[in-house]
């Protein structure tokens, strides 16, 4: 195996990696961001909990389970890409 090989072996090996780093742990982590600002418990005066809404954490919690749902729905579509264009004559193509 010459040289070339082996780094063209070990740039892809980089590019699984990071893609199952970001989608085995970044897609569950930004999804436990969202539970978390949606829902923030903080004891008041007589030691009671109340939840609190802060809207711009609801935002973020929001926009966070948006863009899970995206990466989801992208996942979908690249597994189902002849599907859609043989079925549904949509062509559908992520990269070439």
Same mark, same amino acid.
């Given at each position: 195996?010459?040289?070339?090989?082996?780094?063209?072996?070990?740039?892809?090996?980089?590019?699984?990696?990071?893609?199952?780093?970001?989608?085995?742990?970044? %897609?569950?982590? $930004? @999804?436990?961001?969202? =539970?978390?600002?949606?829902?923030?418990?903080?004891?008041?005066? *007589?030691?009671? !909990?109340?939840?609190?809404?802060?809207?711009?954490?609801?935002?973020?919690?929001?926009?966070?389970?948006?863009?899970?749902? %995206?990466?989801? $729905? @992208?996942?979908?579509? =690249?597994?189902?890409?002849?599907?859609?264009?043989?079925?549904? *004559?949509?062509? !559908?193509?992520?990269?070439?």
């Amino acid at each position: 195996m010459s040289l070339a090989e082996w780094l063209k072996t070990a740039k892809a090996l980089g590019t699984v990696l990071v893609v199952g780093l970001v989608l085995g742990a970044g %897609l569950p982590a $930004l @999804f436990s961001f969202g =539970v978390a600002s949606l829902y923030s418990d903080q004891p008041e005066n *007589g030691g009671a !909990v109340a939840i609190t809404r802060n809207p711009l954490r609801q935002a973020a919690g929001w926009a966070s389970f948006a863009l899970v749902a %995206l990466a989801v $729905l @992208f996942g979908i579509a =690249v597994i189902m890409e002849k599907v859609l264009k043989a079925h549904f *004559g949509l062509d !559908v193509t992520f990269w070439n």
